[in-house]
């Protein structure tokens, strides 16, 4: 081969390679999304009309702008679900009723807009323990929460229900003798959807769970008085998701564990006073395999005041169950003008109490604000 030849052919091979090594370098540089389209970092930098913008304090949106993951300060690792801009397909809430009002209605509309919008799943349970003399009243109940959710939104149960996942005869379960007999202070408090407050969780992981979205690991639960400030979705992802339990311990000085003074802490059937744990449950979050020892225990009449149920049986797994308390100096829960906690069992708001409450609310940072309870 002549010598000119070889230098051409030296050339090529080297311009080849340069070529190579400007395709790899441009490969492996930082690329960012918008709009759902790949652009480079350095040369082709979004027009500013897409560029996203500052959001003061208390008025955090219920997704971020496309292409852009939420963050919600939750530090635990991510899930390619919640990669997705503004998605909660991992997140499914319940929120249950015993009545029905028109400020009930108007949070159900806003937690399913904002629910369904990210992709979660939303369902209202309808709780009745009534005679069946007293199935009208029941049906007009029904009726008004179809029509703000939609009618497969809502899911009715009621004492046939009960008894089912409860193992016994409804005659028996309404006399409350494990809980009326062991606190005779108690005695004529409530009824059966007082003592067990969590059984419609029970009776939904039973007969309603199936054909949950796979991404969905956990169920969070309002009670119908719940209300909050900002985006609902984004309030429960500030959580950490590796929890089993999820419950507020408000502003009890010794957190999870019953004080000796607790009315309700001999209202069981088994364990000692110091095994027993007690949770505010106006909103938790209980994981499936929680719910499957949930409903064991249950079966082998392992029962318990609502508040201490669930807390107590994780509390026992420990081995694997774990349990996250937020309390009242959390960043989520609501405070008023004064710096006092707003997310509290003995603070029913009616419409205008609870209005002119938000007018004081100071600014905050983060998704938003939870309050309790609203009676209206």
């Known amino acids: ?77 991510p899930t390619s679900d919640r990669s997705v801009a503004g998605s909660c397909s991992d997140t499914a809430l319940l929120h249950k009723t015993h009545v029905v009002t028109e400020g009930l209605l108007e949070r159900l509309r806003l937690a399913k807009q904002q629910i369904e919008a990210c992709g979660g799943y939303h369902r209202v349970l309808y709780v009745r323990q009534d005679d069946p003399a007293n199935l009208t009243a029941a049906a007009a109940d029904i009726k008004a929460l ?5 009618h497969a939104a809502v899911l009715p149960m009621g004492p046939p229900d009960f008894s089912l996942v409860f193992g016994m005869e409804w005659e028996q379960l309404r006399k409350h003798d494990w809980l009326a007999n062991a606190t005779a202070a108690n005695a004529t408090t409530g009824s ?27 169920v969070w639960v309002s009670e119908w008085d719940v209300g909050w400030l900002g985006s609902l979705p984004g309030i429960l992802a500030t959580f950490p998701r590796e929890a089993d339990f999820v419950c507020y311990t408000g502003s009890k000085p010794q957190g999870l564990n019953a004080s000796e003074h ?15 744990k007690q949770c505010y449950v106006m909103l938790t979050r209980y994981s499936f395999r ?22 107590t049986m994780c509390a026992r797994h420990s081995l694997w169950c774990s349990i996250h308390t937020f309390d009242s100096h959390s960043g989520v829960v609501g405070k008023n003008r004064f710096g006092e906690p707003m997310f509290a069992f003995y603070l029913p708001m009616k419409r205008k109490r609870y209005e002119t409450m938000l007018e004081g609310v100071p600014p905050w940072e983060g998704p938003g604000l939870l309050f309790h309870a609203l009676k209206f």
Not at 15 to 27: F, N, T, Y
Not at 146 to 150: D, E, I, P, T
Not at 197 to 208: I, K, N, R, S
């Open 1 to 77: 081969m002549a010598n000119g030849d070889t230098s051409h052919l030296l050339r090529a091979v080297v311009v080849g390679l340069l070529a190579i090594q400007l395709v790899r370098e441009a490969s492996a540089r930082p690329r960012l999304h918008w709009q759902g389209r790949a652009v480079l970092e350095d040369h082709d930098a979004p027009p500013p009309d897409e560029l996203p913008v500052s959001i003061p304090p208390g008025e955090y949106p219920s997704s971020a702008p496309p292409g852009e993951p939420l963050d919600y300060g939750d530090t635990s690792p």
């Open 146 to 150: 179809r029509g703000a959710v939609g």
């Open 192 to 218: 059966f959807a007082w003592h067990h407050c969590d059984a419609p969780e029970l009776v939904w992981y039973t007969f309603f769970a199936r054909g949950l979205p796979p991404g969905v690991k956990h």
């Open 262 to 276: 607790w009315a309700w802490l001999g209202a069981r059937t088994w364990l000692s006073d110091s095994e027993v």
């Open 290 to 311: 929680l719910l499957s020892v949930f409903q064991v225990e249950t079966k082998m009449r392992h029962f318990s005041f609502c508040e201490s149920t669930v807390a």
